[in-house]
């Protein structure tokens, strides 16, 4: 019996084409007792690591090749041989991708020629090179064509392709295909090359059709498919359709075994580290690991120790791994951060890692802290260990990457991709256009699939779209609801990963092909960080944080206002910080600003670092979830014994006071409590992670509970392990990653504390980031008696700066809390808003500002406009936010004659001749509309402080005096609307932040009150909310019963909503 | 040079979009109405009336947020021809008061009212004449009457229904009004802000140079509205030339031969205006007069413009004859709808269409047999379905479709059965046709086949369709093509190859 292979199958790789997934053409091919199957994605091997995966699990061999578009239009199949092949392939994409613009190939097959070796070559299908000249009875063109390719990849790897859709048109072409093979000798070769292979995808590549052609299935006519021909057709369906030619069904699975290359031979090999002469990585990095030990933790003592025991066991375990060599990398790049002044700090799971903290690739102790290391890395998991790396955002992140670009080559790394895929939102918002539904209906459906999660198509369509108001019989919406369940997840485009990258020794396209980015200077590999890691290849995440820039930027203004912080050697338990965080005063503070962190700080109460890693990793989904947080709470305040579900996990809980909170508890749990290895744990983890199967959840659940059983552990102490692991693995923060990120919190509280000038400047610079906008960071600055100045054109740089001069102060005022002051006297330096802050200014202009400025002060507005060269519209904002006021004239005098700079020479003596301006100038209210609209900051009073006493005669209360008050009593409170939250754990319940001149004042919403008051919580910026006043562990916040819309500024104040 | 009007009325309408669709539209005038305009979810509105403001929805606004604001707010797309029906209907009220308008913008319209006391009272009594006028057709209008069109105008917005400046009080009543209640250019209304100029008045204060020298020609108009000064010539609005003829009877008429004489000369009178003025007709609108006191009117669409009187004749008589007139005529009036002459030049190589005269009264004799909704072109329609076919607007001088089927070798000649008939086939278990049982003959046995050729779409639809085309040769000699209908599982005899 003749067998089949199917040679051109096309997945949803073939970006809005193909209608499948890899793994699903995979799995398809084998259940229909094909021996192997060959992915053909157009212009990209994007698919084949996930198809490759699928293929082995499957059984089944995994053909690997690409169709390339060239530039006429033309697409050509090409299958890979060997591991030339392979690289032939590879490097061919590269070249069609970065030789031209996005979208259009500029290839042609004499391009193609250096890389004929190891390829080989089908016609293809309607839109391959023979196929125009075919249809035209063009019999002379078309053996042109196919000579032509013979030429370049010879006889024996070119073939023939044939296919047969039951086509009247095609069958035509058919016959003249096999004709002209016969005439030039070339073999035939069946193939069907389908676009999905389940029943149900014909529909699904008709909708991917409508997309790319931007148009909906009513107007689509002959662009979609004609027929349900297009699937993945098995060897008996072929034969029938073939039945006039069984040689071309045959050759199929002939080709399909030259055909041996399979991703195991990808030939990537990793970047040498270059050594001293005599050693090896192995030896060169246990040099390195036994200074950074000295360094970190002296010569002698226990914990010196430990860590010795620690780093040998870990560096026997990397020799083992043969990983040497990319701890050498990693070292590398973070020696290049330290020798260049750019903070850089590893975070994940490498933070459990000695040899890391000693390399100083991370900066938490992981032999102080017992971490895990099994965490980090495992002997059975074959995988290389994933370090990320937080750098400063912006240019000092850039230079990172482009150092690893110049030290290994330009086609050496590159940036892992990101596939964007289709999800609720984006499917429903598609599906609905292309089905042609009423836009109104799109928007519903639009919004309501957000809350649907992944559903089979006769729940969506029973329930939700019943409930939805939609007529469920009408065709079009069954067919939604089945477009839409078959389009999630499925890709839509390539992206480019926030930070990873790859590298390779030698050419990274030899490895897999590269695209440009869109960023210049930067390059993206087809596959995902995923992808990367199942292949071997090295990868190592550059991420930009922007407090990483803004704890630089500080370091630096603090050092240029002559002191001095150096973060790795801040006093571990410094009151002052503590202090601050117990009260949640942490505005602008590291992972712990939010107001969810701020409504736990005063109740976790933190005295110490550990206190802080808790606190990071205990407002997460996972604790909240896993209901941990109140538990740990009413423990930690003494209200609630500390028990263990069984006492050998004392050991491990006792930390966390018997809650497990991080996810290396749950490793150890798992370990200790049911026997397993280190690699058995982490295999329990990945199970419940983010990729969870139902299936393997089950096996481990069931290994878990016989371990337990095993060492006695039964009955409702299992149950209750059972329920933590499980219900904590998802979402479990790991203790690694908590503790750098408490490095970070901690290192911004400090400067927060004791250089708040330097602190505030960096952050101001840094916006947006963080969980405030700037009005709140400057209205926090100032209640902790940090001056801020207005943007002066005389003084003002484009970034905020520090300023020596003391003798001007913005509004007067200083906190008179004791534990707010600054502890240094130059801490006490004013900061100055920046240019930057001056909205529509130009950054080129300002920098033009500020270099003329350096020439010689200006002396008046007229002067500044002829020398500065400033657009109108830039001048007169300057004025307006009162930038000019050194130069003399008030705001509105300034706007006026700055209105009539740019006159030409002609008119510019009507404006010369005014002697003085005509306008009225600016009431304070004018001033907060003008300084909002031009810098989106007021440094005079705020807006609350206008209507202070229209609100006292309401009976409204100041936010600062709500400590104050009793629980249980009713109170009015109102603000600015700064922060709104509609957490996804808090069942319906919204939470606001409302700022007045004095502080914030939270405010709960209940599910009821926000449907009723929708649009006033939601679009109004000030409010008045009256409730209950609720005070418990010093946390003060007001659960309303009733919101009110205050007035409106004329320009809009911003918040932070919904994010 | 400015004119001297010495008095006009400015007749302004508030939101004149919403208020053209509430014309339109009367029920929704107790309603929130928006007029939006855009595509989702870009959407936004562009004018609401009163009760929509009312409820906080403003212009710009995006649909979504109206909608949650005011979840009975009614939506209606902006449509021109609504507004400028609307516009129109506006100033044929004004016309009826004075003969000297000014036709300024949608629902702004000046009217020259000196002179008018006589006729119909004191300024307020012509302002309240004005406004019941707009009234009459359908739109709330406010009246202002000042000395300038400018005072006029700031008048009319401020007023509820009506408001008078007296001569010589234009600064004194201005200088109070709030700038931002009239519509400034975003530049002058940006710097106005900017300035803090509050009011009127303060911004007359303004020195007028600098403004000159600071918003440039914008910044003196916005000076001359502040003054209540008017800087522009008034530009008197005409009524377009009115295309209708006609011709009162001394005598009833009761025969369509009869009235056909009369047309003809009314149509003859009619043509010649219309065609001197280099245009033709694509519509005309019949008015009879009954002797009862009733009207016959009858608007009639042509199928290109004409500027004939025997084919327009023509036109009329098949409609009169198909829907003759309730009773005796005694007055005769037509009315053209006048568009541009097309020239229609030939095409070499292609052969001559018929003359439009011929083609016009064809379609008239269409129309009024199965009338007007029921006669249209057939195309092909852009599908897979072998039959697919789309009625679209008759366009008589449209090329032929072009066809790109050039690469098909001619082969054998295939003529189609239209409708198909339902056949009997014999299948083997593949499918294939073994026998069809009343095709051409009553039995014949399939001796060769090919296929089959397979089609299917419309799979999102109630229509969805699926085809499996078999070419047979039968032992009858007969070569014929058999279809196959998997949704409804039946064969049919599609035609025979000659």
Known sequence: MTSFVELHAQSAFSFLEGAEQPETIAQEAARRGMSAVALVDRDGLYGVARFHRAAVEAGIRALLGSELTLADGARLPLLVEDREGWQNLCRAITAAKLGAPKGRSALTLDDLAPYADGLVCLTGGARGPLAAAVRRGDRDGARRALDRLVGIFGRANTFVEVQRHFDRAQERALERLVTLAREARVSLVATNQPLYARPGGRAVADVFTCLREKTDLDHAGRRLLASNERRLRDAAEMREAFHDLPAAVALSSELALRLGFTLKDLGYRFPEFPLPPGSSPLAHLRDLTARGVRARYGAHGPLAERARRQVEHELAMIGRLDLAGYFLIVWDIVEFCRTHDILVQGRGSAANSAVCYALGITAVDPVGMELLFERFLSESRGEWPDIDLDLPSGERRERVIQYVYQRYGRLGAGMTANVISYRGRSAAR?????????????????????????????????????????????????????????????????????????????????????????????????????????????????????????????????????????????????????????????????????????????????????????????????????????????????????????????????????????????????????????????????????????????????????????????????????????????????????????????????????????????????????????????????????????????????????????????????????????????????????????KGLRESAARALVAARAERPFVSARDLASRAQLAGDELQTLAAIGALARLGGTRRANIWTTAAADLGPLFAHAARDEATSPLREMNPTERLVADYAGTGVTLGAHPMALRRSELMARGVRRARDLPAGRDGQRVRVAGSVIVRQRPGTAKGFVFLSLEDETGIANVIVTPGLFARQRWALVAEPFLLAEGILQIQDGVVSVRAARVEPLWRLEHVVPSHDFG | MVDRVTRVACVWVDAFGAAAVERSEPALRESPLAVVAGTAPARRVTEANAAAREAGIRPLMGEAEAVARCPALLRRPAAEETVAAARRALLDACYGLSPRLEDAAPGVVFVDIAGLERLFGAEPQIAERLARASRSVGLAARVGVAATRTAARVAARLATRTAVIAAGDEAAALAPVDVRALDWPPAVAAALARWGIATLGELAALPRDGLAARLGAAGLMAHDVACGRDRTPFRPWTPPPFWEEAQALDWEIDTLLALEAVLERVLERLTARVAAAYLAADGLQLRLALLSGAHHARALALACPMDETRPLLTVLMHDLAARPPQGPVVGVAVQAHAVPRRAAPGVLGRPAAPAVRDLATVLSRLVALVGADNVSAVTVADSHHADAWMAAPLQPDTDAVATDDTNVTPALAFRRLRPPRAVTVETDAAGRPLAVRGALADVARVVRCAGPWRTSGEWWDADRWSREEWDVALDDTAVVRLLHDPVHDRWLFEGAYD
């Open chain 1, 430 to 838: 598609e599906v609905g256009k292309v089905l042609g539904l009423p836009a109104e209906m799109q928007d519903r459906l639009a919004r309501l699939v957000e809350n649907w999660g992944y559903q089979d198509p006769e729940a969506v369509l029973t329930r939700h779209l019943h409930e939805a108001g939609c007529d469920t019989r009408h065709p079009r919406i069954r067919k939604f609801a089945a477009l839409w369940t078959r389009l999630q997840d499925l890709p839509r485009h390539l992206g480019q990963h926030s930070g990873g990258m790859v590298i390779a020794a030698g050419r990274l396209d030899n490895v897999v092909p590269l695209e440009p980015a869109t960023m210049p200077g930067r390059v993206v590999v087809q596959w995902d960080k995923d992808d990367c890691a199942a292949l071997g290849i090295v990868k190592v995440d550059l991420l930009g944080l922007r407090m990483m820039s803004a704890l630089q930027e500080a370091i630096t203004l603090v050092s240029e206002t002559g002191g001095h912080v150096d973060l790795a050697r801040l006093p571990p338990d410094d009151p002052a910080v503590y202090r601050m965080l117990q009260r949640a005063d942490t505005i602008g503070v590291f992972q712990v600003e939010s107001r969810a962190q701020m409504a736990t700080l005063p109740r976790i109460h933190p005295e110490r670092f550990y206190d802080l890693v808790v606190q990071i990793a205990i407002i997460r989904p996972g604790p909240i979830v896993g209901d941990m947080v109140h538990p740990y709470i009413r423990r930690r305040r003494g209200r609630e014994p500390v028990t263990y579900a069984h006492p050998r996990l004392e050991p491990i809980l006792a930390r966390t006071l018997g809650v497990p909170l991080f996810q290396e508890q749950l490793l150890r749990m798992a370990m200790v409590a049911a026997g397993f290895t280190g690699s058995e744990a982490e295999e329990l983890r990945r199970a419940f992670g983010f990729k969870r199967s139902e299936r393997r959840m089950a096996e481990v659940e069931v290994k878990l509970r016989e371990g337990m059983a095993r060492q006695g552990i039964t009955g409702p102490a299992a149950d209750e392990i059972v329920h933590q692991v499980t219900s904590f693995a998802l979402y479990g923060f790991p203790e690694s990653h908590s503790s750098s990120f408490a490095l970070l919190a901690y290192a911004s509280a400090y400067l927060k504390a004791h250089h708040g000038a330097a602190f505030y400047a960096a952050l101001l610079n840094n916006q947006p980031m963080g969980f405030y906008h700037s009005a709140t960071v400057v209205n926090d600055a100032r209640h902790h008696g940090v001056r801020v100045l207005p943007v002066d054109v005389t003084r003002s740089d484009w970034l905020c700066t520090l300023e020596r001069d003391d003798t001007e102060r913005a509004d007067g005022k200083r906190s008179h809390d004791p534990l707010l002051q600054p502890t240094h006297a130059w801490s006490q330096s004013p900061v100055r808003l920046g240019l930057r802050y001056v």
